[in-house]
Each structure stands twice: as structure tokens, then as C-alpha cells.
């Protein structure tokens, strides 16, 4: 999860919303990194945990992530558990809850839903208050080139 936390802090050089996403393979080597980056490239797919899964798959070779770990500052979005499900990894790390869109049953869960042919474990909770203290700093602060005011944002869990 530190891995992921210092990809989130990298986030915030472009302006982007602080999550960070690492893939670790079943030895626990780094396979991919991710860190959200659609204000830096304008593309609204560019989360975190896309670039990360998008990265192991091209160092493996392949797009089945059997066996991986997806460790992430900030519970996945819908699209992000979708990724995390059709790459086939065995489990999903995540720091704090997103109340508003997370889909690792905070929102909902699609990550777990029975109706799926693959299902990773989820464990929940990992240094949440690091992850927390980072989203909550971003969305707080002033900053000049932000398009959208977070100030009154609620805090993140």
C-alpha cells in the first residue's frame, strides 16, 4: 500500500485526484503502477487501477492477471472493479471507502457478486487513514488550475 500512496502523492503533480494503484504478482513483485491521470491526459478512463492493470498485463504478456494482487489508495469505481474482474485477479487491496462510487460494497459491489464467474478477494481498510488524510488534504485545498471547486466535498472515509 506505500507503493500506492507515493504513486497517489504523484497524482497530485498534474493536478489529479490522489489515488495510486499498484499490480503485485504472486511473489509479491511489482508488476504495474498506475496513478490517476486524467486531468494530466484528458482521458476519462485514466484511473489509477486502469494504468496499473494495463501495465502487468503488458509485462506479463497477457491480459489474465491469475495469481496478481491490485492494491489501491482508494476503493475502485465501477469501471476500475469491471477491470479488476475481467483481468482475473485474485484479490483487491483498497485503502479508504468511496461512499459516492465505490463498487466494493460501499455503493455496491462488483466485485463480489455471485452472479460473476470470477470473484477476487477483497480486503478492505489498509492504511485508510493515510489514504483518507491525502484525499482529504486535495479536495480541501485552494489550487489555481483545478477546474472544479472541492471545497465542500465531504470528507472521504
Same mark, same amino acid.
Given at each position: 500500500? %506505500? *507503493? #500506492?500512496?507515493?504513486?497517489?502523492?504523484?497524482? @497530485?503533480?498534474?493536478?489529479?485526484?490522489?489515488? $495510486? !494503484?499498484? /499490480? =503485485?504478482?504472486?511473489?509479491?513483485?511489482?508488476?504495474?503502477?498506475?496513478?490517476?491521470?486524467?486531468?494530466?491526459?484528458?482521458?476519462?478512463?485514466?484511473?489509477?487501477?486502469?494504468?496499473?492493470?494495463?501495465?502487468?498485463?503488458?509485462?506479463?504478456?497477457?491480459? %489474465? *492477471? #491469475?495469481?496478481?494482487?491490485?492494491?489501491?489508495? @482508494?476503493?475502485?469505481?465501477?469501471?476500475?472493479? $469491471? !477491470?479488476? /474482474? =475481467?483481468?482475473?485477479?485474485?484479490?483487491?487491496?483498497?485503502?479508504?471507502?468511496?461512499?459516492?462510487?465505490?463498487?466494493?460494497?460501499?455503493?455496491?459491489?462488483?466485485?463480489?457478486?455471485?452472479?460473476?464467474?470470477?470473484?477476487?478477494?477483497?480486503?478492505?481498510?489498509? *492504511? #485508510?487513514?493515510?489514504?483518507?488524510?491525502?484525499?482529504?488534504?486535495?479536495?480541501?485545498?485552494?489550487?489555481?488550475?483545478?477546474?472544479?471547486?472541492?471545497?465542500?466535498?465531504?470528507?472521504?472515509?
Amino acid at each position: 500500500m %506505500r *507503493l #500506492a500512496l507515493a504513486e497517489a502523492r504523484a497524482a @497530485l503533480l498534474t493536478g489529479d485526484v490522489p489515488v $495510486g !494503484a499498484v /499490480v =503485485l504478482g504472486p511473489d509479491g513483485t511489482v508488476l504495474g503502477s498506475g496513478r490517476n491521470a486524467r486531468e494530466a491526459t484528458g482521458d476519462p478512463t485514466a484511473h489509477a487501477e486502469i494504468l496499473a492493470i494495463r501495465a502487468a498485463a503488458v509485462r506479463l504478456g497477457g491480459w %489474465r *492477471l #491469475a495469481g496478481c494482487t491490485l492494491v489501491v489508495t @482508494l476503493e475502485p469505481c465501477t469501471m476500475c472493479a $469491471g !477491470a479488476a /474482474v =475481467l483481468a482475473r485477479v485474485d484479490r483487491v487491496v483498497y485503502g479508504a471507502t468511496e461512499e459516492k462510487t465505490g463498487a466494493a460494497g460501499s455503493l455496491w459491489d462488483a466485485l463480489r457478486d455471485r452472479r460473476l464467474n470470477h470473484r477476487p478477494e477483497v480486503v478492505a481498510g489498509v *492504511l #485508510a487513514s493515510a489514504s483518507s488524510s491525502l484525499l482529504t488534504s486535495f479536495f480541501r485545498s485552494p489550487e489555481p488550475t483545478r477546474t472544479t471547486d472541492f471545497k465542500s466535498a465531504p470528507e472521504v472515509s
